[in-house]
């Protein structure tokens, strides 16, 4: 079975602009959760999408928005790019509640 | 409010030897799961065990064991004879049960450096 899949890998933006990262889930997993990953906070929870709908939102401002696809596949997009945004962002998917979630290669993004 | 912490920030240790990770968690929910992953530098987090509140059980699998204690609200991870392998960022997580169990709440993790 293919696992967690993310592109692109590596991305450079310029601060103003804006991004969209995607995910596609393991086969047959219908949740999909997004993590920002920095330095110096940590892994911090961005959202979780399940059948389309976001279930769960992270403590992110609104330039942080996502959606999820009727085939799973989910995008993040981060509007008005900050340089506190460069980070690893990771996509996990889940099977359904208690399951446990399985995490993809990461996008890392940086803004310069 | 749910919090996780590994105390440890960095720990070296040489090849063969035994090492102990520690992570201790707050919640003051009934029913929660925990989990440790682990962090290669390629980058991508590797699942390692999940737990329910309710499962006291130490696990073994292989080299890798697993002591949770409700009592001290901790759940440390134990590695058996060190492998160079093993080298990474290990991470203990906390979540919720029902609708919140797709946000994870993780430690920050320990660095592993085996040397052989």
């Known amino acids: 079975k293919a696992g967690v899949t993310q592109t692109p890998r590596y991305l450079i933006k310029t601060r103003g602009q804006q991004v969209t990262l995607s995910c596609s889930p393991i086969s047959g997993h219908r949740s999909v959760s997004w993590y920002q990953q920095t330095p110096g906070q940590g892994l911090q929870f961005l959202f979780e999408y399940f059948s389309e709908t976001q279930r769960n939102k992270g403590n992110f401002p609104g330039r942080f928005s996502g959606r999820q696809f009727s085939n799973s596949r989910s995008e993040m997009n981060v509007s008005t790019l900050e340089l506190g945004d460069s980070a690893l962002y990771l996509c996990?998917?889940?099977?359904?509640?208690?399951?446990?979630?399985?995490f993809g290669p990461g996008t890392r993004l940086t803004v310069t | 409010a749910q919090k996780v912490t590994q105390a440890q920030t960095e720990i070296s240790v040489v090849e063969k030897e035994d090492v102990t990770l520690d992570c201790v968690y707050e919640t003051r929910d009934t029913t929660y799961y925990l989990f440790w992953y682990k962090q290669p530098p390629s980058g991508e987090l590797v699942f390692l065990i999940r737990?329910?509140?309710?499962?006291?059980q130490n696990e073994i699998s292989g080299r890798y064991s697993w002591n949770f204690q409700k009592s001290t609200s901790s759940f440390n991870f134990t590695i058996t004879a060190s492998q160079v392998v093993d080298s990474a960022v290990y991470f203990c997580a906390l979540s919720r049960e029902g609708g919140s169990q797709g946000n994870l709440i993780f430690g920050k993790g320990t660095k592993l450096s085996v040397k052989p």
């Open positions: 737990r329910n509140s309710f499962d006291e």
């Open positions: 996990a998917s889940r099977h359904r509640d208690n399951y446990e979630q399985y």
